[in-house]
């Protein structure tokens, strides 16, 4: 069966500092990644996703990033951390655009 | 207009209570249908997927979509303490990679 996993849990960042968050899905092959960021009462904003290695659609112009350097890996990055990056990452993955998504249990990101 | 409403709630009921939570949308070339639940802290977990007007029964939960009304609701039946989460609803257009979410509804089954 497939699983993703995405790490860190939570995690406590000063303003501007860097960010790295992973995401792996395993037990399925060339997956369609997401990256989600949940605020409070205002649903899930989609941030990036990604068909294929190296291809990456962004949907929200800011100061984040995300790469796919692997089949079954996304990663979301920041050079700068804001205020305003704090929230609830989510990694979801497909395996085409009319099959449901499927998420992780997310990471939150509190930036002080 | 939001593509897709769905009322915050809370929403409060007794244990064993049926449960009723609703989605509308605007535009007209969703054709697939998502509810997810949503423990706090967790990520959303998939419960129901449909591409059909009409409903779909899974144990207590049946999912229903009306497409002329835009419409979508998710039942469910004998309401339990564990259903207390947040529920989103997803749809999301053929062969599109994008999903669009409701805010979701928070519920509350009271033992």
């Known amino acids: 069966s497939q699983t993703i996993h995405q790490w860190p849990a939570t995690l406590v960042q000063p303003v501007g500092s860097p960010l790295s968050l992973e995401c792996t899905v395993e037990?399925?092959?060339?997956?369609?990644l997401y990256w989600y960021r949940q605020a409070a009462g205002r649903g899930l904003q989609l941030l990036f996703y990604?068909?294929?290695?190296?291809?990456i659609s962004s949907e929200v112009p800011q100061n984040l990033s995300a790469s796919r350097p692997q089949d079954r890996q996304f990663i979301l990055s920041s050079k700068k951390l804001l205020l305003s990056d704090s929230g609830f990452y989510l990694c979801?993955?497909?395996?085409?655009?009319?099959?449901?998504?499927?998420f992780g249990n997310g990471t939150r990101l509190t930036v002080t | 207009q939001k593509e897709v409403e769905q009322d915050p709630g809370p929403l409060s009921v007794p244990e064993g209570a049926i449960v009723s939570l609703n989605c509308t949308y605007s535009?007209?070339?969703?054709?697939?249908f998502m509810w997810y639940r949503q423990y706090s802290r967790k990520g959303p977990e998939l419960l129901m997927y449909?591409?059909?007007?009409g409903n779909k029964e899974d144990g207590r939960f049946t999912a229903q979509v009306d497409k002329s009304s835009k419409y979508i609701s998710l039942f469910i039946r004998d309401s339990q303490p564990s259903d207390s989460a947040t529920y989103l609803c997803?749809?999301?257009?053929?062969?599109?990679?994008?999903?669009?979410f409701g805010t979701g509804t928070r519920l509350k089954v009271l033992a």
């Open positions: 979801a993955w497909t395996v085409s655009p009319d099959s449901p998504l499927h």
């Open positions: 037990g399925t092959s060339n997956p369609n």
């Open positions: 990604s068909v294929g290695i190296g291809q």
């Open positions: 535009n007209s070339a969703f054709q697939y």
């Open positions: 449909t591409y059909s007007s």
């Open positions: 997803a749809m999301s257009e053929r062969g599109t990679y994008k999903y669009i």
